[in-house]
């Protein structure tokens, strides 16, 4: 048997070898050591894939669960897109007043449109008065 490419198709040689590896996510959390509760406080969001940054196009959402000192989860909500790449999450200050003293986890889920399984990044934040 011969495969021959038919010229009168309408879909181009390339159109689907973006399938070929699947656009996996991977993110990190970067943002203060030390939170006082009552003030206001922001973390950033890498998201890459192959080492790129992930277009914001490409993603369904970025979301956040905060869980204080006790292991409980404290504040829900999601992320901003900044660029390409980069999303904030920002802790009002109302918000972080809640907050009891210890150490804090803030996770950060990245939510792709184009693949179904998700990732997670971590940072681990002091609050302390």
Do not use: C, H
């Amino acid at each position: 048997m011969q495969l021959d490419r038919y010229d009168g198709f309408i879909d181009p040689a390339g159109k689907w070898d973006r399938f070929g590896a699947p656009a996996m996510a991977s993110a990190t959390v970067t943002g203060p050591a030390r939170v006082r509760p009552g003030a206001a406080a922001s973390f950033d969001v890498r998201v890459t894939t192959a080492g790129r940054p992930y277009p914001v196009r490409d993603i369904e959402s970025v979301k956040f669960l905060l869980f204080d000192a006790r292991g409980e989860v404290a504040l829900t909500g999601d992320a901003t897109a900044v660029r390409d790449g980069q999303w904030r999450i920002n802790l009002t200050a109302a918000q972080t007043g809640r907050l009891p003293v210890g150490t804090a986890r803030l996770e950060a889920v990245v939510i792709s449109r184009l693949v179904s399984i998700s990732a997670v990044a971590a940072i681990e934040v002091v609050v302390r008065r």
